[in-house]
T-cell receptor, first 116, second 112 residues
Framework: DAGITQSPRHKVTETGTPVTLRCHQT?????MYWYRQDPGHGLRLIHY???????DKGEVSDGYSVSRSKTEDFLLTLESATSSQTSVYFC???????????????FGQGTRLTVV | SQQGEEDPQALSIQEGENATMNCSYK?????LQWYRQNSGRGLVHLIL?????REKHSGRLRVTLDTSKKSSSLLITASRAADTASYFC????????????FGSGTRLLVRP
């Protein structure tokens, strides 16, 4: 499984509460990504990180924040969860060839989040 | 909007037949990748084709890339029931951001 773990795997939370999802890797990959997957939309990029404390927005970043204080961990936080954030969240890791191109990404098993 | 869009959204074929899925994208890329997702699982990388390549093979998979049309196709030959899954294309951008953008996927059902 390329040494990538997401936690929790399932979570039910109430509207308005903060939620943090964790992605942990043991492979020392430089890049880490957070995606959400919804029916009819495929995977949409929320945020990504290209190094410790280096992050950038993806396609659907509103309502989400991220932090990466060390190489191994990439946290996704929903400051105040809404029902529209009910989704399956996937973390991915990769190490792009410097100055060249993306390479294969490895995915975690996903976190199913339900906001009620 | 999605960088990659797959077509068709769903495909149902008989075991032994070939399955073809298409992907279109909008901006310049450095490569295009195909991934597979079994129900409820994470995505698994299948094959990567670079922007200067036109065709690539891996086992029963054949991928083509036409950068002038900004499109790619994935062909699975002699399909098996175990190939039933969703298939996604993903594009690596030319802007050095290393964003990996996925399309909405094709759901493939291979009937025994």
């Amino acid at each position: 499984d390329a040494g990538i773990t997401q936690s929790p795997r399932h979570k039910v939370t109430e509207t308005g509460t903060p939620v943090t999802l964790r992605c942990h890797q043991t492979e020392n990959h430089r890049y880490m990504y957070w995606y959400r997957q919804d029916p009819g939309h495929g995977l949409r990029l929320i945020h990504y990180s290209y190094g410790v404390k280096d992050t950038d927005k993806g396609e659907v970043s509103d309502g989400y924040s991220v932090s990466r204080s060390k190489t191994e961990d990439f946290l996704l936080t929903l400051e105040s969860a809404t029902s529209s954030q009910t989704s399956v969240y996937f973390c991915a890791i990769s190490t792009p060839l410097q100055g060249r191109e993306n390479t294969e990404a490895f995915f975690g098993q996903g976190t199913r989040l339900t906001v009620v | 909007s999605q960088q990659g869009e797959e077509d068709p959204q769903a495909l149902s074929i008989q075991e032994g037949e070939n399955a073809t899925m298409n992907c279109s994208y909008k901006t310049s890329i450095n490569n295009l990748q195909w991934y597979r997702q079994n129900s409820g699982r994470g995505l698994v990388h299948l094959i990567l084709i670079r922007s200067n390549e036109r065709e690539k093979h891996s086992g029963r998979l054949r991928v083509t890339l036409d950068t002038s049309k900004k499109s790619s196709s994935l062909l699975i030959t002699a399909s098996r029931a175990a190939d039933t899954a969703s298939y996604f294309c993903a594009t690596g951008r030319m802007d050095s951001s290393y964003k990996l953008i996925f399309g909405s996927g094709t759901r493939l059902l291979v009937r025994p």
